[in-house]
DNA sequence: CATATATTGACATTATATTGTCATAATGTC
DNA sequence: GACATTATGACAATATAATGTCAATATATG
């Protein structure tokens, strides 16, 4: 293969890309809308989402979500003024303290997630398992390529 | 069906929607490294990439690319700072001038995208067809429900 | 033709993200 | 233990993006 031309599947990857480009905006849109009541923003969110299950430190969010650190670090801050995360001791570590959901912030997700399923469950309904489970795969190894 | 609980495919649909913030942050990331040789951003290059064809107005690209109006905007203007793309009159619309590239641009398109070949071709390697056309029509029709 | 509505680009303001630098802390190497 | 390397969070400066407003233009409706 001379690479002066897309193969079938680069051509593929190429549209796949441009794709992925306005559904990541719709997304974003989508997740301003759900969170807007709450006074959240998809960012904010993704942070808590990212803590829910144990509190890790910023940098560790970032890592795991793939987003900058300082990025984290900015929203991590502006969800402790909204007293819906703060910081806990690490025992591991004496500077990167742990990020963890406060009561209320708890609530919030909660709440929030309740309305996130009913969207979700009307958005992914006519999709078929099968094809889901092809998209997810493929967009996370083509991810691993970069 | 309740709705206090994901569906199977919403909870796929809700995987997908958490690994294209990611592949979307990738994909930024990857392109702003294959255009920083010419001078360029991802961002940039969509532009270019969404008038290569044909000559459209600022708020016709937006709409095409799923970006904003105002963010075209800025990008054209940097653009045309770089003697990349210029205004031209538009026969049908006084005021809605056509974006079009110069020749400058046409080159370092034609060159840049022999360096998206490259790469394209490298990642897409391995996939088949099948998964590819199946991932893009699965975002696209997921995009649409947004 | 007249008028209402929608689109478009400019502009200003605010919000958000990126980048670079630094001090502190942790980890790895010898 | 001493040292270099890496990770982390804070901070500042800059760049980029989003929002709201406006005038000009185009389009639809009557």
Redesign the interface.
């Known amino acids: ?1 001379i ?25 974003i ?3 301003d809308a759900l969170t807007k009541p709450f006074g959240l923003t998809s960012a904010l969110w ?1 942070i808590m ?1 990212a803590i829910k299950e144990a509190p890790i430190p910023m940098a560790q969010i970032a890592r795991n ?3 900058s650190r300082q990025g984290v670090r900015r929203s991590t801050h502006v969800l402790i003024d909204k007293g819906l995360v703060r910081f806990e001791e690490n025992p591991d570590h004496k500077r990167a303290k742990r990020v963890a959901l406060t009561d209320k912030g708890r609530d919030a997700f909660r709440q929030l997630e ?1 309305t ?3 969207w ?6 006519g ?3 099968e ?13 691993e ?2």
């Open positions: 293969m690479d002066t031309n897309h193969t079938h599947t680069a051509a593929l990857f190429t549209e796949i890309i441009l794709e992925t480009f306005k559904f990541n905006g719709r997304l849109t989508a997740g993704q989402g979500m793939g987003l309740k996130q399923i009913t979700s469950n009307a958005v992914a309904k999709f078929s398992g094809e889901l489970k092809t998209a997810l795969r493929v967009i996370r190894a083509l991810g390529k970069l």
